[in-house]
């Protein structure tokens, strides 16, 4: 395996799940480990923007200096827990996902 691989994850999506995308893995991990912080274990979880709010104060410098992307790839972790039933959805409107 080249090192470029070594260094990439497949994301998966839980909306559409034959849309695979190869991405950075330290930034994916930076951004998996600051939404599993920050998400609660029950339902009725976070809305998109509440968690985007909550992960702000502890997102990486290192990997989203300012912010930058911060959403694209909060959303991608988030469809990509899903697709793993690492985090679930809930029925409600606005969507809200939690922690299983």
Same mark, same amino acid.
């Given at each position: 395996?080249?090192k470029?691989?070594?260094?990439k ?5 839980a ?7 190869r991405?950075?893995?330290a930034?994916?991990m930076a951004?998996?480990?600051?939404? *599993? ?5 029950? %339902?009725? @979880?976070? $809305? ?13 410098q ?9 959403g ?6 988030q469809?990509? *827990?899903?697709f793993?039933?690492?985090? %679930?959805? @809930?029925? $409600? ?8």
């Amino acid at each position: 395996m080249a090192k470029d691989e070594a260094e990439k994850y497949l994301m998966e999506n839980a909306v559409s799940p034959d849309h695979k995308v190869r991405v950075d893995k330290a930034r994916f991990m930076a951004m998996k480990e600051a939404v *599993l912080a920050v998400l609660p274990a029950e %339902a009725p @979880g976070m $809305t998109p923007a509440e968690l985007r709010e909550a992960i702000r104060p502890i997102l990486s410098q290192e990997h989203f200096p300012g912010g930058e992307k911060a959403g694209w790839w909060m959303k991608g972790v988030q469809l990509d *827990l899903e697709f793993k039933g690492i985090i %679930a959805r @809930g029925s $409600t409107k606005p969507v809200k996902v939690y922690k299983l």
